[in-house]
């Protein structure tokens, strides 16, 4: 079954990218942890909750 891309979808892109610079950052200690409020902030201006919202559908339809 072949996914159909939408909006959603391009904020995960992004959003998956913002995760990565963020955690990977942070883990190798470039960054202090107090920046994670900073990438929570930026993920909800970037569409985080419906990234979020999608990605529940999917897992209830999935998973039913």
Do not use: H
Not at 2 to 19: A, G, H, K, W
Not at 34 to 60: H, I, M, N, P, S
């Amino acid at each position: 079954c072949e996914r159909q891309m939408s909006e959603p979808i391009v904020f995960d892109i992004e959003n998956r990218t913002l995760y990565v610079e963020y955690a990977s950052k942070i883990i190798a200690g470039e960054w202090p942890i107090e920046k994670f409020d900073e990438f929570v902030e930026k993920w909800y201006a970037q569409g985080g909750t419906e990234v979020t919202k999608a990605a529940r559908e999917w897992y209830a339809v999935k998973n039913g």
